[in-house]
């Protein structure tokens, strides 16, 4: 298994191309499903779950079709051949269960692999099954398998969210976009992939309004029809390289990075020292004079990312003073704290919250990636730490983080890929 080899210390200096959300490409994937007609994406990163997610839209009978010769253009169409989303697909990667609404919407019909637990907490699915049966699917469960049905077409319905779930709206979303009448949902999650995926349902004819609120009003139509959208660049990606310019020292520009979708992130690192300066084409990121602690509280977005918290946590294990990181999203997210203990930071865990105590400098150790932005904040620590760091199973990063090692070798990173 490939592991990242790293020696710090060295400033980094020069740019990065931030590329397709990785978190909008895979509902928009799902979207493809909805017509028969082509939905052509582009800026698509190269992405291991982007593969899985045309793996499973394969075997469903959509085809998925480079378009040129960048691989980051797909052409998505065709008619539903399968309903069943196998559960070898699923448990590698819980979007899949995205299938779910657009199959029954489509043809009525879908068995979906429950995708059971995951590294970093239960994560049930019970939000995008109640809000699918206020549409009038009838599920049962079957071998691990969730099976729906509808008879008839979908009904439109006022869904009330009792809690944010980016999933759950994304779900009812395109499902309701062929139901028949109005729907409502309301405590909808506000992520730019929700309105990402919202403005590529619209071009594709379908009728919706609040889009970026937390209420979205969709008028269900007949049929969709085919497409072109471009993704928006991947906000996850943008701030894990803002950190890793701080952790560094140094100063990087972030080439189509946008500010407007980073919500508290921008005001958490500039509150610890990183300067952030929006520039034509991007963002220009570098660390100020020296890190102070600074604390943050994970939140459905605008709030603070819970796919930010892993990196912030590695940038405030060097910075002066403590900070208080709280993760109120997922029960079970701290995974890397243990990994980053063993380079030399000090946090300890209370609950739901961590508390850092800033050292002058991490040292380099082996550890080993959990999760997927675990695997990048163990980077960011191994960019800071005085000596070798080497990352173990980085599978997990490719799912997420298109050639990290190539993008931070570009920016003066002393960083490579070891195989096997
Ligand atoms: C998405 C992102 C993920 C991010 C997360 C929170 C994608 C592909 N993934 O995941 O990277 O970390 O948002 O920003 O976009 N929950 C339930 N029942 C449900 C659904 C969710 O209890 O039916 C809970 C979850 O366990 C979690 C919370 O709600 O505690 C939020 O999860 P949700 O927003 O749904 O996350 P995902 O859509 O899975």
Known sequence: MDRIRIRGGRPLSGEIQIGGAKNAALPLMAAGMLTDERLVLSNVAKLADIQTMTALLTQHGIAVDPVGNDGRVLSIGGSISNTEAPYDIVRKMRASVLVLGPLLARVGEARVSLPGGCSIGTRPVDLHLKGLEQLGATFELDGGYIDGRVSGRLRGAKIVFPFVSVGATEQL???????????????????PEIADLAHCLVAMGARITGIGTDQLVIEGVERLHGASHAIIPDRIETGS????AAISGGSVFLRDARLEHLGATVRILREAGVDIVEEPGGLMVKRLNGLHGADAMTEPYPGFPTDMQAQ????????????????????????????????????????ASAIVRGVPSLKGAPVM???????????????GAKGETIVNRVYHLDRGYEAVERKLAACGADIERIGG
Do not use: K, W
């Open 369 to 383: 990636a959990t999760d997927l932005r675990a695997s990048l904040s163990l980077i960011l620590a191994g960019l």
């Open 312 to 351: 912030f946590m590695a940038l405030m294990s060097v910075a002066e003073g403590a900070s208080m990181v709280t993760e109120t999203i997922f029960e079970n997210r701290f995974m890397h704290v243990p990994e980053l203990n063993r380079m030399g930071a000090r946090i300890n865990v209370h609950g």
């Open 241 to 244: 390289y803002a950190c890793a």
């Open 173 to 191: 979303m395109m499902a309701a976009a062929l139901a028949d009448g109005q729907t409502i949902l309301a405590n909808a999650a506000r992520e």
